[in-house]
Each structure stands twice: as C-alpha cells, then as structure tokens.
Nanobody
Framework: QVLLAESGGGSVQAGGSLRLSCSSS????????LAWFRQAPESEREGVAAVRSSGHGAVVFADSVKGRFDFVLDNAKGALYLEMDLLQPEDTAVYYC????????????????????WGQGTQVTVSS
C-alpha cells in the first residue's frame, strides 16, 4: 500500500514563500510518477508539477507556476517537496501530492487520472 502525507501548508502574504513536504512509503527506485496538484474552491484539480521517481528527466510544470515553483526529491527519505516562491492570491488552494505507476511511455504528466495514490492535502492561503 502506498501512503502519502503532506505538511507545510499555511497562510502567507503575496510575494512570500512556502515549502510543502510530502512523506511517502514509496521506494523511488520503483517506476512511479510523482506529482503535486492543487484544487481551489469550486475549481477542478489542477496539476502543478510532475517528475519520475528516479529523478531522471525534466520536471513538468504548469505554465502558471513556471519560474516560481520547484520540485525536489529526497530519495533517501522517500520525500517530495514543493518549493513555492513569489506566491500570489491565485495560488490559494489545497495542495496534494500524488503517485502513479509510470506508464510504458515513460512520460509523467499533470493528468489527475494517471495517479492512483493521493495524500490528504494541505491548505495554502495567499493574501493580497
């Protein structure tokens, strides 16, 4: 069973930074895609960033966060981190880490149905 648990959410003013953490029960040598998603009230779940658990290959970022967010893996700890800078009110959402078996194509995408395992989410609120 794959277990994921996020932490690190909170409230910050626009222009500030936060670092989200996600602990996992995954051995990163296994072929998973790892990702961060977010969901704002009355909105669909949106992909933020995705990468292979091996760390090989480029991180896929949503256009809305490119240049502001970074995705870090700690293989030794089996942990994922989302480092968020220059936060804006539109970044306000519940943030989720997710894991899915890597497809045969090897490509990790920001498509929620591709991910079978989800954390419980952590709230990020950015005030103007």
């Amino acid at each position: 069973q794959v277990l994921l648990a996020e932490s690190g959410g909170g409230s910050v003013q626009a222009g500030g930074s936060l670092r989200l953490s996600c602990s996992s029960s995954i051995d990163f040598v296994n072929p998973f895609c790892l990702a961060w998603f977010r969901q704002a009230p009355e909105s669909e779940r949106e992909g933020v960033a995705a990468v292979r658990s091996s760390g090989h290959g480029a991180v896929v970022f949503a256009d809305s966060v490119k240049g502001r967010f970074d995705f870090v893996l700690d293989n030794a700890k089996g942990a994922l981190y989302l480092e968020m800078d220059l936060l804006q009110p539109e970044d306000t959402a519940v943030y989720y880490c997710a894991a899915g078996l890597r497809p045969a194509s090897g490509l990790c995408t920001l498509d929620p149905p591709r991910y079978q395992y989800w954390g419980q989410g952590t709230q990020v609120t950015v005030s103007s």
